[in-house]
């Protein structure tokens, strides 16, 4: 099935809507957005739209490039654009994020354009643009928004699953200190006894090998001897 965009975005998204889905796109483990950050970042710039939308239809190549080794930009892959789009996106999806393309080892400069012609009525067309500009300006926006809807649909529904783990985690997270604030502050404690209920805390949350009572009665036998 190939991805669907629209006709008013960028020549790179006008070449990659026609291009079939290989992945839904997987971010860095390391990349934290809270809320609806990834959306204004991904709305930020046409080139995060692209980068997206690369991320999903392109091949990964047979060595990641330098930035992607070195866990630069938000996607877990090296992706770059498939055949047949010439040299509209020559760098990765991750370096193309906030049009970083010169970092990337298969960046490609592109042609000169030829200079253009003076031409009659150049002056009034220049500053008629710029007196529609805040419409254009709009127009653009609801274009990125359309493009990033319709282009890639599975998109949003990866990312709104990838903030909901976030926001869980933040959750346990806060719950943990707290707990740990309630053991150290608890006066009925001695400090031997907040030390092993800290440790059982620690071993619930952060379970090794699943050996978690294993643990516990190695540490008890341990404090044992010691105590």
Not at 5 to 26: C, F, I, W, Y
Not at 28 to 37: E, H, P, V
Not at 76 to 94: D, F, L, M, T, W
Not at 99 to 124: E, I, L
Request: with cysteine; net charge positive.
């Amino acid at each position: 099935m190939a991805i669907q965009g629209t006709d008013n975005a960028s020549e790179a998204l006008r070449v990659l809507r026609g291009k079939p889905m290989q992945r839904e796109p997987a971010r860095r483990s390391n990349k934290k957005w809270a809320g609806n950050l990834i959306h204004q970042h991904i709305d930020a710039s046409i080139s995060n739209v692209e980068s997206a939308v690369l991320q999903i239809v392109g091949p990964p190549p047979v060595k990641p490039c330098r930035c992607c080794r070195n866990r630069h930009g938000p996607w877990a892959r090296c992706i770059v654009s498939p055949e047949g789009c010439g040299n509209i996106i020559s760098a990765c999806a991750n370096c193309h994020w906030y049009d970083k393309d010169k970092n990337c080892n298969f960046y490609k400069a592109p042609a000169p354009a030829p200079a253009p012609m003076n031409q009659p009525g150049k002056s009034w067309e220049k500053g008629h643009r710029h007196a529609s500009s805040p419409f254009q300006g709009r127009l653009q926006h609801q274009e990125r928004l359309t493009t990033i809807g319709m282009a890639a649909p599975r998109i949003m529904e990866h990312l709104h699953a990838a903030m909901a783990d976030q926001r869980q985690e933040e959750a346990e997270t806060r719950i943990t200190v707290k707990i740990m604030e309630t053991i150290i502050n608890d006066p009925a404690l001695d400090a031997d006894e907040r030390y092993i209920d800290l440790f059982r805390l620690f071993l619930s949350k952060w379970d090794i090998l699943g050996l978690a009572v294993y643990w516990e009665i190695f540490v008890m036998r341990w404090l044992d001897c010691w105590l």
